[in-house]
């Protein structure tokens, strides 16, 4: 029963997640907003309801291991498994404004959050702040999206604001919405039920499973968005999905879902010694190692799949993190996060 709770879980979770993004989008398309804004933050912001649904459950049921460990796993596994999958396919070059604005950000919140978590929890009050910065950052990226190229303009009018309007598209599209919204409020209850049913009966920790299997099942939208962008080579979507993703569940993600704690949402010690500080290596890996150009060939692709592999078997083989030396991956990580804010700093003098 319990395997059939995750099952059908993680079906809801993904088929919920995509109707939402796109009932979502035809609606703001039918209320006249822009295309651009409405692929740059309702798609984007979209393919992370699993996620956000799956840890606001998690700390409901007071299974706070669970919610922090999604967030950190899937960041983790969207560089490291993502990225490194789609640039398997194709070699992958994106635009320099990605450099100069959105990596920057994700390593920044990357930091904020590592520094959070030597708090011990995630408070409320944390969390209000986590929102407002994912807003400010929405806004910034609005912004900033409004002097993108016509033809990005154009591919999203032609996905999103395409069809039929009226009232009868628009009750139809709020009850998609309706419809998908429940999809995920079940679909996180019973893939939590499942996972942690599944944690127990094999003497597995929440943490565990919060950082492999529950994360790698909600970023599977991510993972079908980004793969799909580069076989149609929409590398800048493949690219800024990953990105994106990653800046809203820090900001996003943990933010709203501690709210439904008023003691907050502790912050287990194996994720603080380990997994946070590797989140933040993750995150300076998309900067690539080259002089010039902004490419992630498949080398590239198949090192940071490896190391997802690599991570994998040893969060499995050693769930305690005892062969780590804790103060070593916090300085190297910290080092690491200066070094590749340095370096994009000086990419963007360049150009």
């Not at 993502?82 to 100069?100: D, K």
């Not at 900001?251 to 194996?270: D, R, T």
Request: glycine content about 8%; overall charge positive.
């Amino acid at each position: 029963m319990i395997y059939l709770y995750l099952i059908a879980g993680f079906l809801l979770l993904i088929f919920g997640a995509k109707i939402l993004v796109h009932a979502s989008s035809k609606l703001a398309a039918i209320m006249g907003l822009s295309p651009l804004i409405i692929g740059l933050t309702i798609v984007a912001y979209g393919t992370n309801s699993p996620e956000l649904f799956v840890s606001t459950q998690s700390v409901i049921q007071g299974k706070s291991e669970i919610a922090i460990g999604n967030v950190v796993g899937s960041n983790i596994f969207n560089i490291l498994g993502v990225l490194g999958i789609s640039a398997l396919i194709a070699p992958i070059r994106v635009c320099e404004s990605l450099f100069r604005f959105d990596i920057p950000i994700m390593i920044l919140a990357s930091i904020l959050f590592l520094l959070l978590c030597l708090l011990g929890k995630i408070t409320p009050l944390i969390g209000i702040l986590l929102l407002v910065l994912a807003v400010i950052y929405t806004y910034f990226t609005v912004r900033h999206t409004r002097t993108s190229s016509e033809a990005l303009k154009e591919e999203y009018a032609q996905e999103y604001s395409n069809g039929k309007k009226g009232w009868k598209k628009l009750i139809f599209e709020l009850a998609l919405i309706a419809i998908s919204l429940v999809m995920l409020v079940f679909g996180s209850e019973w893939f939590v039920k499942g996972a942690s049913g599944i944690a127990r009966m094999l003497g597995i920790s929440d943490v565990i499973i919060g950082l492999t299997l529950v994360a790698i099942g909600s970023s599977l939208p991510e993972l079908a968005t980004s793969v799909y962008a580069v076989i149609k080579k929409e590398y800048d979507i493949a690219v800024g999905n990953i990105i994106g993703s990653n800046i809203f569940n820090i900001l996003g993600v943990m933010g709203f879902a501690s709210l439904f704690n008023s003691e907050g949402v502790n912050v287990s010690p194996i994720l603080l010694k380990v997994d946070v500080p590797l989140m933040l290596i993750a995150a300076c890996l998309c900067v690539p190692l080259v002089k010039k150009g902004t490419s992630y060939g498949r080398w590239k692709g198949g090192a940071l799949f490896l190391l997802y592999c690599i991570n994998l078997l040893y969060t499995i083989s050693d769930p305690t993190g005892a062969q780590i030396d804790s103060n070593f991956l916090f300085g190297f990580s910290c080092f690491l996060a200066v070094l590749s804010l340095v370096i994009l700093r000086m990419r963007a003098k360049r150009v």
